[in-house]
């Protein structure tokens, strides 16, 4: 079976309008890539994605890669419209998003998993999706939502740098999920986000806080190199992590370069 056989085999008829605004690839190097491409040259619409079944340098946040073994996990890009949204609302459109793919992997996969701050999806401590915000310029400028998650991988997909803090749907499961389920969920749930963009914010905010639960858990901070340790106290009405840092100071951290980490382990 293609990729493409495989993705569309289980969505009902009805879905599979919307599929003709997706690019179904079998390999590429990063979907954020091609679609910011697609983007640049004017040749994408607004809520047009790229899914591949294989990214060979699949990016994640602050410069680190996404492993994206073949006919594993969902590799999705998707260009929103960013017209007359601030670039300071790109935090809140991953935090949107977060909200987004951890609802349809409980619709699809009755997985209840939480979010990490920023752009993690999480369960029992350990990565299942990151999500990667950017902006593109060009002919149809806009915002790239790339959105990786990993779905039916075993222990030995994942690189020994990454066994004890990944995790996929099948491992916590025990059961193979259906990729273009998931991903039809993704796509419905991102096309309401755009379409309403900012509007709904308690919604999404009241969704990220119930999962998103820091609250009194020791952090440690990396910023420009430099590792701080406290307390977390929660998330701001902007989406940013409150902290109480040990020397007394309370910060606001914004995603920016900013990465949290449990005090012990990856959460
Ligand atoms: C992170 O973990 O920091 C974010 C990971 C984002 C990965 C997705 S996979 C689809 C899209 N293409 C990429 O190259 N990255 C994103």
Redesign the pocket.
Same mark, same amino acid.
């Given at each position: 079976m293609t990729f493409e056989e495989e993705i569309k085999t289980a969505l009902p008829r009805k879905a599979l309008e919307r599929w003709k605004n997706v690019t179904l690839l079998e390999s590429v190097d990063?979907?954020?890539?091609f679609l910011k491409n697609m983007a640049g040259k004017g040749i994408a619409p607004y809520g047009h994605c790229v899914i591949a079944d294989f990214?060979s340098s !699949?990016? $994640?946040?602050l410069g680190?890669s996404?492993s994206?073994p073949r006919g594993k996990g969902i590799?999705?890009?998707y260009l929103m419209s960013s017209h007359g949204i601030p670039i300071e609302s790109m935090a809140t459109i991953t935090a949107y998003v977060a909200v987004c793919v951890r609802e349809a992997i409980f619709e699809v996969c009755g997985i209840e998993a939480g979010i990490k701050w920023v752009?993690?999806i999480v369960y029992g401590g350990k990565k299942i999706c990151?999500?990667?915000t950017e902006t593109s310029r060009g002919e149809s400028s806009g915002i790239i939502i !790339?959105? $990786?998650v990993n779905v039916n991988h075993v222990p030995e997909d994942f690189p020994s740098e990454l066994s004890d803090i990944a995790t996929s749907l099948k491992m916590i499961s025990g059961k193979e999920h259906s990729r273009g389920l998931l991903c039809s969920a993704i796509i419905k749930k991102l096309d309401t986000l755009c379409s309403a963009f900012p509007s709904d914010k308690d919604y999404y905010l009241s969704e990220y806080r119930k999962h998103c639960d820091v609250s009194g858990k020791r952090v440690r901070v990396i910023k420009d190199g430099e590792e701080r340790l406290g307390t977390a106290v929660g998330i701001s009405d902007d989406f940013g992590f409150i902290a109480d840092f040990d020397d007394g100071r309370r910060e606001t951290l914004t995603a920016g370069e900013v990465s949290v980490r449990g005090f012990y382990g990856y959460i």
């Open positions: 990063s979907t954020n890539n990214q !699949g990016r $994640g946040r680190r996404f994206s590799y999705l890009s752009n993690d990151g999500i990667l !790339g959105i $990786g």
